[in-house]
């Protein structure tokens, strides 16, 4: 099984929140949904961990939906701080099984894989959060043994990344009774982020934590012990293939897809 990551496409139709988006990221979203629609063997699935929209309104859904309308396989999809959970729900509600409830979290069974859309958005801040009852679900969830592997959407990631400023904006609360419920899970567990902007990949508490690079804008690989903003770079773009074998194993590969200036 093939399984596509990527995130933070930051799609907008009016004016982006964000000065750093580049101004042609529609047509290099495009591109990139090209290089994952005719990827041979075919993928399939497709996940998309956050921050879709910049802005998220319902004309930036509806331009969401419409550049991922060459994918013809399953798409897994979860918010991100630049997300609006209402419009998101209606853009994608044909599509995803939402459960009940204030946040924009399900479960889905793929071919054995188990998908788990866990919420870490607060409202009106750019830090992620887990309160007790998205705990309490992501914790009810995996006690229920599964012999496939496990995959956790989620946008902010859980663990420190060694970028101090994204750090403070990552996964702020919630991030330490996390740790502990994915560490007593049996299988394996696979933890697959965005919020970054830059590709990375960790292992915490015993599960891997895979983060999915942005097209809109990358930053860079600033490892000092220091909390000043990375410089935004220009670099190489990749997207991450999952390849899950018949005998549980799973490699990632990146994708790399040429972008201008890039
Ligand atoms: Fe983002």
């Known amino acids: 099984m ?7 496409f930051h799609l907008y139709t009016r004016t982006p929140e964000s000065s750093l988006v580049r101004a042609d990221i529609v047509d290099v979203v495009r591109r990139i949904i090209a290089d994952v629609s ?5 993928v399939d699935a497709v996940v998309l961990t956050g921050d879709l929209t910049d802005g998220g309104t319902h004309q930036d859904y509806a331009l969401l939906r419409e550049v991922l309308s060459p994918l013809a ?14 419009a998101f729900r209606r853009a994608f509600d044909d599509i995803l099984p939402f459960e009940d409830g204030a946040f924009l979290q399900y479960e889905v069974n793929l071919g054995g894989v188990r998908i788990l859309a866990l919420d870490t958005v607060q409202d009106r801040s ?5 309160c007790g009852w998205r705990l309490d679900w992501i914790e009810q969830k995996l006690a229920q043994p599964c012999r496939g592997q496990t995959m956790i959407l989620m946008h902010h990631p859980p ?3 060694g970028i101090r400023f994204l750090d403070n904006i990552a996964l702020v609360e919630g991030s330490e009774r996390l ?7 049996p299988g394996q567990v696979l933890i697959l982020c965005g919020h970054i902007h830059r590709p990375s990949q960790g292992f915490w508490n015993g599960v891997f934590v895979g983060i999915a690079g942005s097209p809109a804008f990358k930053i860079e690989l ?3 012990p220091h909390d000043d903003e990375p410089a935004v770079v220009d670099e190489p773009y990749a997207y991450f293939i999952h390849r899950i074998d018949e005998l549980g194993g799973c490699s990632i590969h990146p994708r790399y897809v040429r972008i201008p200036g890039w």
């Open 2 to 8: 093939l399984i596509a990551h990527l995130s933070d």
């Open 38 to 42: 005719e990827f041979r063997p075919a």
């Open 73 to 86: 396989v399953p798409i897994f999809a979860i918010p991100g701080n630049h997300d609006e959970r209402e």
């Open 126 to 130: 750019v830090k992620g959060v887990l």
């Open 159 to 161: 663990h420190r990344s």
């Open 179 to 185: 740790g502990s419920i994915v560490a007593r899970c």
């Open 222 to 224: 600033d490892l000092h």
